[in-house]
């Protein structure tokens, strides 16, 4: 399950409350049926946080088997490296360990205690391509074992390529609820694209339907809620050069869905 939703949303604030790391200000939070923080001690919800700092001076190996020593019936600890590709970076210590490394370390601390939940904040952020790959491969073996996966993200791609479900919020509140075929087909947005310059940026982030606008290899990438119009008000300035309009991706589902969000809440 993917959590979206643009900075300020409210992501963060959310998995502190799932974790019992903030309390509400009003109404309750309940996991698997009763309160956070007996979850997470019953080793039920396993996480990692985008702030997590590793013990100084203790190596991979010595950190997950004081993580293993805290639970009732956790994962042998020569299991949750080969998980995380870490057997070969057993014995050093983790000031000695790349970013990459140092986030793999941070999720097989959150595998350990074989939680039911895996709460993950922007997991990949420290991770180059192959890396990434890698990992999702892993959750995705770890979740076919009927166990649930949540994770905040900023790469729409990944939400996209590997969530059964994703939830949008913007504002404190839920704006969207479905599997990624189902938010796409919830906004008409389309991509409008043509060959132009940056230079005249300002101009088509104006135009009618624009929402946000992105410039590749000389060409200008519209993403619009209405392409019918955007397409008009291009052809009226004569900017129709190589004009191409294609469906809505999970990106421009996003703009259209949090940019209406926005639309809402201002006076």
């Not at 101009?203 to 019918?228: H, I, K, M, N, Q």
Request: hydrophobic content about 45%; some cysteine.
């Amino acid at each position: 399950m993917a959590l979206l939703g643009p900075n300020g949303a409210g992501k963060s604030t959310s998995i502190g409350l799932l974790l019992g790391l903030l309390r509400p200000g009003g109404g309750s939070v309940a996991v698997f049926g009763q309160p956070p923080a007996r979850a997470v001690a019953g080793g039920r919800i396993g996480a990692m946080l985008q702030e997590n700092r590793l013990l100084p001076r203790t190596t991979v190996g010595e950190l997950l088997a004081f993580m293993h020593a805290l639970y009732r019936a956790p994962m042998p600890v020569d299991e949750v490296l080969d998980l995380a590709d870490l057997t070969a970076l057993r014995r050093r210590t983790v000031e000695r360990l790349s970013g990459g490394q140092a986030q793999r370390v941070r999720f097989a601390m959150a595998l350990v205690g074989r939680p039911d939940l895996l709460v993950l904040d922007e997991p990949t952020s420290a991770l180059d391509v192959e890396a990434r790959r890698e990992f999702w491969t892993v959750m995705r073996r770890y979740a076919s074992s009927g166990r649930t996966v949540l994770f905040s993200t900023h790469y729409l791609e990944e939400a996209d390529q590997n969530a059964d479900r994703i939830v949008v919020i913007a504002g404190g509140r839920t704006i969207a609820d479905g599997t990624a075929r189902d938010i796409k087909r919830l906004v008409p947005g389309r991509t409008v694209s043509i060959d132009a310059p940056d230079s005249i940026a300002d101009c088509l982030a104006a135009l009618p339907g624009v929402v946000a606008t992105e410039f590749r290899a000389g060409r200008a990438y519209l993403s619009s809620t209405d392409s019918d119009e955007t397409v008009r008000a291009l052809a009226e300035c004569g900017w129709l050069r190589g004009l191409e309009v294609v469906g809505a991706d999970l990106s421009d589902a996003f703009l259209a869905l949090t940019h209406a969000q926005k639309e809402v809440a201002e006076p």
